[in-house]
């Protein structure tokens, strides 16, 4: 059973803050990664994703990925009250159609 | 671009009655997906399809539940006769394809209440 690891939280952070959320997966055929913003309420909607080791920035999100250690990580800087949600750690199955496995997700919670 | 359409937004229905949800995906993604999500945990695939073709239906309950994509466009889903754990948020995603690297985008989901 290929499974995905996320700490449930809360993860709570002040306004400014840099937050960061941690993923582990166990698939170790596993190519490309994907982090998921999902409000209460609302559906998931994609913020980044990650194919190579390393990290990959896009404004103020950072995702850094390691292979070798099964472990994937998403860094929000300069945390915003808007920014508290649940994230959720997504990865492809190896020789899946594009086959998704999703974490619980962690809750995130900035306070001003 | 539009986003993937989802209908209806909500439903309430006995047990043991029977309702399907309807999606059109995001305007040339060839792959749709059908997700199930349970309050307070990840989305789960239910099933997978390529144009109109079924990928992967491991964990769809085949003895209640159904799906279609005709002509490869929209899909429905539908469950027949629906239990109280059904009750979830059912979540259409199209992407581009089906190689390892494409993303996937979500419709606004269907909210499941089975009394």
């Known amino acids: 059973q290929k499974e995905v690891e996320q700490n449930s939280g809360p993860l709570s952070v002040p306004e400014g803050a840099i937050a960061s959320l941690n993923c582990t997966y166990s698939?170790?055929?596993?190519?490309?990664f994907f982090w998921y913003r999902q409000y209460s309420g609302k559906s998931p909607e994609l913020i980044m994703f990650i194919y190579s080791n390393g990290d990959k920035e896009d404004g103020r999100f950072t995702a850094q990925l390691n292979k070798a250690s099964q472990y994937v990580s998403l860094l929000i800087r300069d945390s915003q009250p808007s920014d508290s949600a649940t994230y959720l750690c997504?990865?492809?199955?190896?020789?899946?159609?594009?086959?998704?496995?999703f974490g619980a997700g962690t809750r995130l919670a900035v306070h001003p | 671009e539009a986003g993937v359409a989802q209908s209806p937004r909500y439903k309430i229905i006995e047990k043991r009655q029977s309702v399907a949800f309807w999606c059109n995906p995001i305007s040339g993604h060839a792959t749709l997906y059908w997700y199930q999500q349970i309050l307070g945990q990840g989305p789960k695939l239910l099933i997978q399809f390529q144009n109109n073709g079924v990928v992967d239906d491991s964990q769809l309950p085949k003895d209640r539940f159904s799906a279609e994509r005709l002509k490869g466009v929209d899909s429905t889903l539908k469950i027949q006769p629906a239990k109280l754990e059904d009750s979830a948020v059912y979540l259409c995603?199209?992407?581009?394809?089906?190689?390892?690297?494409?993303?996937?985008?979500f419709g606004p989901g269907t909210r499941l209440t089975v009394t």
């Open positions: 997504a990865v492809n199955i190896a020789g899946g159609y594009n086959k998704l496995i």
């Open positions: 995603a199209s992407s581009p394809g089906t190689g390892g690297y494409y993303e996937q985008y």
């Open positions: 698939d170790r055929g596993s190519q490309s």
